[in-house]
């Protein structure tokens, strides 16, 4: 294919897409308006299915499916990350030797991280319920547990951070949401539709339909996703090295 020609094709894709952009942008609500016919239609699904976050009913429930999207392409970046960033055959492990910090940093850090990770898991377990839910909760978990690095040393990160177990966890996580979605297949609904539970008491946890489920498999697959992917990275910086030439 020509260069003239490839050009001539992303025009084409360009103008298409900019015609699309601006019929979309053209038949959308004003703003600075009292009411909105979506938000209004999202509040209204939220509370019929006693969701107090109309936020986790959105991502959950009412666009469960693209949820699936966007854990599918986390998933599959941290495979990328992994597959990239294996050890090559050039390259040895170095185990490096452990760096001295400083003694109210490393308080700091002990104390914290408990706190930290119960925060993060509190954010993953009351999703449906206040701000925040298993995109949010999921990444402040797995940053908890890496405040041991810089309050002691990469050993001790090691320790509580088994990467074989999170790998498996990642990989679970998202099955459990596919046969959360399955499920309503099989139990003659949609895909992802949210007839599987009772919708229960509203403004408890065990409220929302299958909600807090899909909002805790996000948790989880986020959490471990962001664990690989950080253990590789710092297995580049920390660990692994070219072999020397001689």
């Known amino acids: 294919m020509s260069r003239r020609l490839r050009l001539w094709l992303l025009a084409v894709g360009g103008a298409g897409l900019a015609a699309l952009l601006t019929a979309a942008s053209l038949d959308l609500p004003g703003f600075s308006g009292r009411s909105h016919p979506y938000g209004s239609r ?6 019929t299915r006693h969701t107090a976050n109309t936020i986790a009913s959105v991502n959950f429930d009412q666009r ?7 854990m599918s392409i986390l998933f599959a970046a941290v495979l990328g990350c992994v597959v990239l960033l294996r050890q090559a055959r050039d390259e040895h492990r170095a185990r490096p030797e452990p760096a001295r910090v400083a003694l109210p940093v490393r308080r700091y850090a002990l104390l914290v991280t408990p706190v930290a990770l119960v925060c993060g898991l509190y954010v993953i377990a009351h999703g449906q319920l206040s701000p925040g839910g298993g995109f949010q909760g999921g990444v402040v978990a797995a940053t908890a547990l890496h405040l041991l690095y810089l309050g002691a040393d990469y050993h001790a990160l090691e320790r509580i951070r088994p990467l074989g177990v999170f790998e498996a966890t990642d990989a679970l996580a998202v099955s459990a949401y596919l046969v959360l979605g399955l499920a309503g297949v099989l139990a003659g ?45 710092l297995d580049q910086a920390v660990e692994i090295e070219e072999e020397s030439a001689g």
Do not use: K, Q, R, W
């Open 189 to 233: 609904t949609a895909f992802l539709a949210n007839t599987l539970l009772p919708y229960g008491t509203f403004n408890t946890l065990s409220s929302g339909g299958i909600v807090p489920l899909l909002n805790a498999a996000v948790g989880m697959e986020v959490a471990c996703a962001v664990v690989v992917l950080l253990a590789n990275f």
């Open 64 to 70: 469960a499916y693209d949820t699936l999207g966007e």
């Open 42 to 47: 999202a509040v209204h699904a939220s509370l």
